[in-house]
């Protein structure tokens, strides 16, 4: 089944970026399909990581979001990723609903899902609770509680907002930590979790252990991506 893919959270630093590329890597080791898209002015960090895949748009302007939507004429069945830059909810809630999207989504057979990836702060919290205010039952939740970003949710655990979210099937996951020595090489070098398992050659490969330990937490990340409906 076709999916679109809204990695969110709404604020900077919880990983969302990472969140994108790891399930674009999910995509292209499992053999399907996709088109990622890029929403970040500043950094573009999903399309400087898979270049292949991924090219930026604007969200401040319709012309640049509908071509979200046009990537499922040229392939109706494949899967997209849409890297969400902090505060967009505002610009994509209002395409969402002048467009009706969801009705359309659905009639088009392609699965929805929000992913929400949190910290463990109170305001990640909060705003999980307004994603849920804004579209409410239909679309398909995924909470993605970042371990690299934070250790303890207990705020999300007693909170008002994962009820809401429940209560409407969204799915809690965690997303494991990867070594930070391992993370920032990747990163510094604009390295695709592939490359950084397979390159042994380049001036900045990663060493042996280095290797081992980002193949085992991609083996980890995707064995929590296999439990969610509709990725496969």
Known sequence: MASINFIGGEKGGVGKSVTARVLAQYFIDKGLA??????????HSFNRFYADYASPVMVDNYEGLDLIVSAFEDNPQQNVIVDLAAQTSSPLAKWIGDASLLELFVEMGIRVNFWHVMDDGRDAVDLLGKLIDTYGKGPNYIVVKNQGRGTDFVLLKNSYALQKA?????????LPRLHDASMRKIDQHNTSFWKAVNDRESPHSLGILERQRVKTWLKNCYQVFDQIPGLK
């Open 166 to 174: 429940e209560s409407v099937g969204a799915q809690v996951i965690e």
């Open 34 to 43: 996709f088109t990622g898209f890029d929403t970040d002015r500043s950094h």
